[in-house]
């Protein structure tokens, strides 16, 4: 797909709703990945320091799904406006 640079940026999720959709993929995505390192951090750090870096990837993927989470609901509250 392309699109005339003059016309602007491509966006392939234009509307509303599926970027709503997309975003909630991501986070379908991250979020579980993110609680699995986050549950594997804790309970293996009572036995080794090591695994300190479960945790830290915990909070890697939890801030770009914190971002998305708030994407979302800025989105949902603009179509509220409008509706």
Do not use: T
Not at 4 to 25: C, M, T
Request: hydrophobic share 45%; glycine share 6%; no cysteine.
């Amino acid at each position: 797909m392309r699109k005339k640079s003059a016309e602007g940026p491509f966006h392939l999720y234009s509307d509303k709703e599926s970027r709503i959709n997309h975003y909630k993929r991501i986070l379908r995505f991250l979020l579980p990945l993110a609680i699995l390192n986050f549950v594997f951090g804790l309970g293996l750090l009572l036995n080794r320091l090591e695994n300190l870096g479960n945790l830290v990837v915990a909070l890697i993927l939890a801030i770009p799904s914190w971002s998305y989470y708030q994407r979302i609901v800025q989105l949902e509250k603009e179509g509220k406006i409008r509706e």
